[in-house]
């Protein structure tokens, strides 16, 4: 199969069956959200793996009970930071630097360049423009799910300052922006499973300026 038939094969999960995915394609999923493009490469997001059957129940009602949370294989809880220090910008270039035998400060203009656009911006703006990158990788980790034949339920329907609390983000400088949660639809019981794939018409997605 190609990626597009592996896109038209997965759905939002409405009902998974509690089955555990191994470890070894949850791995292959996070890893694709860390290959993701990134503005500038800074990369301001971490993903959360949560597999623990009781910090899922407490996460339930912070995300109107729905059911997947609880009947899914794992949950990934994408997390963005929330704001743009001088050292969250220096890592990530010092870290292209070792890697690829660069000189010290190969990239310092650009890289002070950058950090003082930042500065002008506010703290919020920060994190909003972390959460866009933070969404690349997101959308990524779906397609690798489809390719693993492993379901993924995108869930934005959660309270993210009562998630942030729970699993303690703020004190780790950063914001959950979205869950993905991993495992494999219930047949029987879900709803969505056999309806028709509805998606914007092509002719009325592209605008076309050739």
Do not use: C
């Not at 038209?8 to 791995?27: F, I, L, P, S």
């Not at 034949?149 to 303690?168: C, R």
């Not at 780790?172 to 922006?177: A, E, K």
């Amino acid at each position: 199969m190609n990626l597009l038939e592996h896109l038209n094969w997965r759905y939002a999960t409405k009902k998974m069956n509690g089955n555990k995915v191994d470890q070894e394609k949850v791995d292959q999923i996070v890893e694709a959200a860390r290959l993701a493009p990134t503005s500038s490469g800074l990369h301001p997001f971490k993903i959360i793996e949560i597999s623990n059957p009781e910090l899922k129940q407490k996460i339930q009602p912070i995300a109107f009970n729905q059911s997947q949370i609880v009947d899914s294989s794992h949950l990934l809880v994408f997390a963005a930071y929330d704001e743009y220090t001088q050292e969250r910008v220096d890592a990530p270039f010092k870290q292209q630097e070792v890697e690829r035998g660069l000189p010290a400060g190969f990239a310092d203009d650009y890289k002070n360049s950058l950090f003082t656009s930042l500065q002008a911006k506010t703290k919020e703006q920060h994190f909003e423009h972390a959460a866009r990158q933070a969404y690349i990788g997101f959308g990524l980790a779906i397609a690798a799910a489809a390719e693993l034949k492993v379901d993924a339920t995108p869930m934005e329907g959660f309270i993210p300052q009562q998630l942030d609390e729970l699993l303690g983000l703020d004190k780790l400088g950063l914001r959950s922006v979205t869950i993905l949660a991993l495992g494999y639809r219930d047949e029987q019981n879900d709803w969505l499973l056999n309806m028709k794939k509805v998606r914007v018409l092509k002719e009325d997605f592209v605008i076309n300026f050739n």
